[in-house]
Nanobody, 115 residues
Framework: QVQLVESGGGLVQAGGSLRLSCAAS????????MAWHRQAPGKQRSMVAT???????NYADSVKGRFTISRDSTKNTVYLQLNSLQPEDTAVYYC?????????WGQGTQVTVSS
């Protein structure tokens, strides 16, 4: 059974940093891309960053220059480095994996930024 296990969320002051990790296990298909999305209270879930199997990255405008997505293909793990965090970054962050045939979501990890 496929599992996406996320870790690294928490409470941080504005200007601080966090690093999120998401380890995907039991995925048999080739992974097309991995991504992070987030959902703030009362808002829709939105894309934060994506990274393809070839290492091409894409970011939401609101996080460009502050967040960095990376992956370790040997471990099927994707990371999100969050720097210069602001209160508006407060949300549940979800890992997402897209293979040739399926898509998978993690359970979410809470990131809270205090002002």
């Amino acid at each position: 059974q496929v599992q996406l296990v996320e870790s690294g969320g928490g409470l941080v002051q504005a200007g601080g940093s966090l690093r999120l990790s998401c380890a995907a296990s039991e995925i048999r298909d080739s992974i097309n891309y991995m991504a992070w999305h987030r959902q703030a209270p009362g808002k829709q879930r939105s894309m934060v960053a994506t990274i393809t199997s070839g290492g091409i990255t894409n970011y939401a405008d609101s996080v460009k220059g502050r967040f960095t997505i990376s992956r370790d293909s040997t471990k099927n793990t994707v990371y999100l480095q969050l720097n210069s965090l602001q209160p508006e970054d407060t949300a549940v962050y979800y890992c997402y994996v897209r293979t040739q045939w399926r898509m998978y979501w993690g359970q979410g990890t809470q990131v809270t930024v205090s002002s």
